[in-house]
């Protein structure tokens, strides 16, 4: 018997397969919506890379509608996403944003479709944003164009007037670095102590589900690790 139910949008990825142990582990209930399948989730939403934004949402709530039914789920987790850099006049600046507005802006809009719909009252969506997405990013304009609109898709979900069921709330983790395979294949000069690790988000997650230490409505919580220890600073 499950404690509840919760849907993580990018479950295929790092963060979201650490996301899907960790909850499974604590007996919840958790189906899987990603470009691949996890095995480890209790249900897969597999998404169309190359279908439309509206043809994407089409098919991912009719395949929510058969696995779930009239049930109501505790939380809507989106940690799909990627990262591209590139100023303006970068050769691939129009390919690279096109890529991050897919990633992160159309999987946390479709994520707030369904919250919307399927989120108990009182339940939560967390959406993924950036610390780096708080300033001007000229070196990464598509990441942080797309990360600053989760940001404000956060605060207009959290408003009375954003859809969200009775008592819902809306939250956003603003990452700096998270450590994950790729980040370490990638920078493997970086200090680590400095990136936040996996289960940290996961167990975070697992708080606010259960309603525990959730900050208030509409937070943009920055995720600071500093000397492998990693402090909340929300706003």
């Given at each position: 018997?499950?404690?509840?139910?919760?849907?993580?949008?990018?479950?295929?990825?790092?963060?979201?397969?650490?996301?899907?142990?960790?909850?499974?582990?604590?007996?919840?209930?958790?189906?899987?919506?990603?470009?691949?399948?996890?095995?480890n989730a209790n249900a897969n939403v597999i998404v169309k890379r190359d279908a439309s934004l509206l043809e994407q949402e089409s098919d991912i709530l009719k395949e929510l509608d058969s696995v779930l039914?009239?049930?109501?789920?505790?939380?809507?987790?989106?940690?799909?996403?990627?990262?591209?850099?590139?100023?303006?006049?970068?050769?691939?600046?129009?390919?690279?944003?096109?890529?991050?507005?897919?990633?992160?802006?159309?999987?946390?809009?479709?994520?707030?479709?369904?919250?919307?719909?399927?989120?108990?009252?009182?339940?939560?969506?967390?959406?993924?944003?950036?610390?780096?997405?708080?300033?001007?990013?000229?070196?990464?304009?598509?990441?942080?164009?797309?990360?600053?609109?989760?940001?404000?898709?956060?605060?207009?979900?959290?408003?009375?007037?954003?859809?969200?069921?009775?008592?819902?709330?809306?939250?956003?983790?603003?990452?700096?670095?998270?450590?994950?395979?790729?980040?370490?294949?990638?920078?493997?000069?970086?200090?680590?102590?400095?990136?936040?690790?996996?289960?940290?988000?996961?167990?975070?997650?697992?708080?606010?589900?259960?309603?525990?230490?959730?900050?208030?409505?509409?937070?943009?919580?920055?995720?600071?690790?500093?000397?492998?220890?990693?402090?909340?600073?929300?706003?």
């Amino acid at each position: 018997m499950s404690v509840g139910k919760v849907l993580v949008y990018g479950g295929k990825g790092a963060l979201g397969s650490t996301c899907i142990s960790f909850l499974s582990a604590q007996k919840y209930w958790v189906g899987s919506i990603d470009l691949q399948q996890n095995d480890n989730a209790n249900a897969n939403v597999i998404v169309k890379r190359d279908a439309s934004l509206l043809e994407q949402e089409s098919d991912i709530l009719k395949e929510l509608d058969s696995v779930l039914g009239s049930d109501k789920i505790d939380a809507v987790i989106c940690v799909a996403g990627g990262w591209a850099g590139g100023s303006s006049s970068s050769e691939d600046f129009v390919k690279n944003t096109d890529l991050m507005l897919k990633q992160s802006v159309w999987s946390s809009v479709i994520a707030s479709s369904i919250a919307s719909k399927y989120l108990k009252p009182g339940g939560i969506i967390v959406l993924t944003g950036a610390k780096a997405a708080l300033g001007p990013t000229p070196g990464m304009i598509g990441y942080g164009l797309s990360k600053a609109a989760i940001h404000h898709l956060t605060k207009s979900l959290a408003d009375e007037n954003g859809g969200l069921p009775t008592g819902a709330q809306a939250l956003s983790i603003l990452p700096v670095t998270l450590d994950t395979p790729m980040n370490r294949k990638w920078m493997p000069k970086a200090d680590t102590t400095t990136w936040t690790p996996l289960e940290f988000v996961a167990e975070l997650f697992s708080k606010w589900i259960k309603g525990e230490e959730r900050p208030p409505n509409g937070s943009l919580v920055q995720l600071n690790t500093k000397e492998n220890k990693t402090t909340l600073d929300i706003e």
